[in-house]
């Protein structure tokens, strides 16, 4: 079957026209974590962008080191989907750098309900 977008795609999985939401934040990480993104059984997917000059970490775990998670260089985006991640898409995530003053922009997908 062709699909028209992610609307029809939705409709063609869930079997309505699912409504979407998309949450943008905007975070300083550095050498203590930092929250990234909260709990959210309702968020399907995650695009974190370090937008800083060092690597960033990601975990879900608050006791997280700078050498701990997966890493996101500069300038690069990692890509967080339940279908693949399963509850990490949805889950609390906190990031940690070794340096300091890393601008970090998150972007989380929720499934808010049929239109």
């Known amino acids: 079957m062709a699909f028209s977008g992610a609307r029809s795609l939705l409709q063609e999985w869930y079997g309505d026209e699912v409504v979407s939401n998309l949450v943008e934040a905007d975070f300083t990480v550095g050498t203590s974590a930092t929250r990234i993104a909260q709990q959210d059984p309702a968020v399907i ?22 050498n701990q998670g997966f890493a996101v260089g500069p300038g690069a985006t990692a890509e967080l989907n339940v279908l693949e991640d399963f509850d990490l898409a949805s889950c609390d995530l906190f990031a940690i750098s070794a340096s300091p003053g890393n601008a970090v922009h998150v972007i989380s997908t929720q499934i808010v309900g049929g239109a």
């Not at 995650?46 to 700078?66: D, Q, T, W």
């Open 45 to 66: 997917g995650r695009a974190i962008s370090n937008n800083g000059s060092a690597p960033i970490f990601v975990s879900s775990l608050a006791k997280i080191a700078a």
